[in-house]
């Protein structure tokens, strides 16, 4: 694998892990939103309402709320079919 393929490469995994993680700032208003999410999986996965807990931490506009409703983490499932650049 010559330079340039190894950057192209590169650069599609980064683009890929991109949509995998849960972004920092909401896509429609920049609102910094990346540091409630381990909260927000947290009190969920416990059985809490996910609409309680948006309120609770602050999340008031529904462009961040859609943001955590409608995110699916599967940077866990993509590490396994890791492959050497
Ligand atoms: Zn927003």
Redesign the pocket.
């Known amino acids: 694998m010559d330079e340039v393929q190894r950057e192209e490469v590169e650069a599609e995994v980064l683009q890929v892990i991109g949509m995998v993680l849960f972004p920092v700032r ?6 910094v ?1 990346g540091d409630k999410w381990e909260e927000f999986v947290k009190r969920v996965s416990s059985g809490e309402d996910p609409g309680r807990v948006l309120d609770e931490l602050g999340v008031k ?5 859609r ?1 955590f409703i409608s995110h699916i983490n599967l940077i866990d499932e993509m590490v396994l079919y890791g492959r050497k650049v």
């Open positions: 909401c896509f429609t208003c920049g609102a939103i506009r529904y462009c961040c709320r943001m």
